[in-house]
């Protein structure tokens, strides 16, 4: 057990997985009230002090107020969205074209976080063999900025249907440059108590006791872990 001065108190221990267990990818739920820019700082400080392999930060933030440039990213959207509608028939189609999936206009900000794949030169430490932890280690800044947002009272949406060459095209991002996270930010009205497409009816969430194998793919573990984690799963509930 690690030393009394390394834990957080309890009450910072409650915060944090209240963060993680109550955060939410928003679409429909954003106010026009603007983000003050000390708490939007707060924010980009967060994202900026992820972990990164070989500390080469590969990030850059992409703060986009302009209604132009977000009218053209709309655009992108509503073009990809129609491809990915085909995906589905039946009722399932309906589903899917009554989902809300972005809020690109509604959010009071739009923030496009990049990976830039020649961060840190053409050896960085712990990326030999990996070459992808750029863009994992930007996903990692994706998060921390997520979960602060959550604290804050902050909803954030990420766009994903969008065509990543037009978007690059749109931003005018550099070759080497990669937008990893569309993002739509901004206060909002509510914080539903469970993901919108777990109460949509389009996925549920899985049991972790069946994700968590032990030493090999397929292997069980011991009785004490399971009973742990389903005891936390009920509490969470």
């Not at 994992?136 to 065509?163: H, K």
């Not at 069946?210 to 030493?215: A, R």
């Amino acid at each position: 057990m690690s030393a009394p001065e390394n834990r957080f108190s309890d009450v910072e221990r409650q915060g944090l997985y209240r963060a993680i267990r109550e955060r939410r990818d928003v679409r429909s739920q954003f106010l026009p009230d603007p983000v003050p820019p000390d708490v939007f700082a707060r924010l980009l400080q967060a994202a900026h002090h992820a972990p990164s392999v070989g500390f080469m930060q590969p990030w850059d933030f992409i703060v986009i107020e302009s209604l132009e440039v977000r009218r053209a990213v709309k655009a992108i959207f509503q073009q990809e969205n129609r491809k990915a509608s085909e995906n589905y028939a039946g009722d399932q189609a309906a589903l899917y074209r009554g989902l809300k999936l972005e809020g690109i206009l509604e959010s009071p900000l739009n923030l496009c976080i990049t990976c830039d794949r020649r961060r840190g030169g053409a050896h960085v430490l712990g990326r030999n063999s990996i070459v992808e932890t750029d863009l994992f280690s930007t996903c990692l800044a994706v998060q921390n900025l997520w979960l602060a947002a959550r604290a804050e009272g902050i909803g954030i949406g990420w766009v994903s249907i969008l065509d990543q060459e037009q978007l690059a095209k749109v931003l005018r991002l550099p070759d080497e440059v990669y937008p990893v996270a569309y993002l739509c930010l901004g206060y909002v009205s509510e914080f539903l108590p469970r993901p919108e497409l777990e109460v949509k009816g389009w996925r549920s969430r899985l049991p972790l006791q069946e994700l968590v194998h032990g030493d090999q793919w397929g292997q069980t573990l011991e009785n004490d872990l399971l009973e742990s984690m389903l005891m936390n799963e009920h509490d969470a509930r």
